[in-house]
T-cell receptor, first 113, second 109 residues
Framework: DAMVIQNPRYQVTQFGKPVTLSCSQT?????MYWYQQKSSQAPKLLFH???????NEADTPDNFQSRRPNTSFCFLDIRSPGLGDAAMYLC????????????FGPGTRLTVT | EDKVVQSPLSLVVHEGDTVTLNCSYE??????LLWYKQEKKAPTFLFML????IEKKSGRLSSILDKKELFSILNITATQTGDSAVYLC?????????FGAGTRLTVKP
C-alpha cells in the first residue's frame, strides 16, 4: 500500500545531541512537509519541499534543518535539541499542483533528556 | 496574520447525538479548507473543500464551506464512541497549511 513512513517512531536524545528523523513515501508526491506538534496543540508547520525547492516558515528556529535527497525521502535534523523541542514530529505529503490534501505519516515522538 | 479558529474547543456528547463543529478562517490567498480527524496518532484526512456551498459527505460526516463568511462546519450525525477524537481544520494557500487548535470531541456511551 502506498504510504508515508516515519522512522523511528520513538526517539530519545540528550540535550544538545544532534538527532535526525526520517520520512519516506511511496505516494510519489511532489510536496513533503514537516510539522511539530506539542501536547494538546495543533500541528505547526516547520518547512516544506516542493520537489527540490525548500520553503522555510519564518518562525522556524535555525536549530531545525531539513534535507530531501530524492522524491521519496525527507529528513529533519535538529542540530542541538533543547528540552522545548520534545514533541511529536509529523511528516506529510501532498501531490502538489491543484491537489492540496496532505497525508500524514504516523509521527516520531521525540523525547529530550 | 493568517489564522484559523475552531469552536468549541471541546465537546462532550452521548452516542446518537448530532454535533456541529465550527471553523472560521482568515487566510491570505485562500484556496481550500481541509478537515482532519486525529486520534492518538497522526491526523487522518476527512474532507477538502474548495467551492462554497457544496456539501461533501462521507457516511455520517458532512462538511460545507462558506467562502463569503469565511467559515466551514463539520457535522457528525448519530455519533458513536469511535468518533471521539480531535477534529482539526486547516486553511491552505499555495502550499502553506495553517491549522486551527482543534475541537476535542468526546462521545460517551
Amino acid at each position: 500500500d502506498a504510504m508515508v513512513i516515519q522512522n523511528p517512531r520513538y526517539q530519545v536524545t540528550q540535550f544538545g545531541k544532534p538527532v535526525t528523523l526520517s520520512c519516506s513515501q511511496t505516494l510519489n508526491h511532489n510536496v513533503m512537509y514537516w510539522y511539530q506538534q506539542k501536547s494538546s496543540q495543533a500541528p505547526k508547520l516547520l518547512f516544506h519541499y516542493y520537489d527540490k525547492d525548500f520553503n522555510n516558515e519564518a518562525d522556524t528556529p535555525d536549530n531545525f534543518q531539513s534535507r530531501r535527497p530524492n522524491t521519496s525521502f525527507c529528513f529533519l535534523d535538529i542540530r542541538s535539541p533543547g528540552l522545548g523541542d520534545a514533541a511529536m514530529y509529523l511528516c506529510a505529503t501532498s501531490p502538489g499542483g491543484s491537489s492540496y490534501e496532505q497525508y500524514f505519516g504516523p509521527g516520531t515522538r521525540l523525547t529530550v533528556t | 496574520e493568517d489564522k484559523v479558529v475552531q469552536s468549541p474547543l471541546s465537546l462532550v456528547v452521548h452516542e446518537g447525538d448530532t454535533v456541529t463543529l465550527n471553523c472560521s478562517y482568515e487566510v491570505t490567498n485562500f484556496r481550500s479548507l481541509l478537515w482532519y480527524k486525529q486520534e492518538k496518532k497522526a491526523p487522518t484526512f476527512l474532507f477538502m473543500l474548495t467551492s462554497s456551498g457544496i456539501e461533501k459527505k462521507s457516511g455520517r460526516l458532512s462538511s460545507i464551506l462558506d467562502k463569503k463568511e469565511l467559515f466551514s462546519i463539520l457535522n457528525i450525525t448519530a455519533t458513536q464512541t469511535g468518533d471521539s477524537a480531535v477534529y482539526l481544520c486547516a486553511g491552505i494557500n499555495n502550499n502553506d497549511m495553517r491549522f486551527g487548535a482543534g475541537t476535542r470531541l468526546t462521545v460517551k456511551p
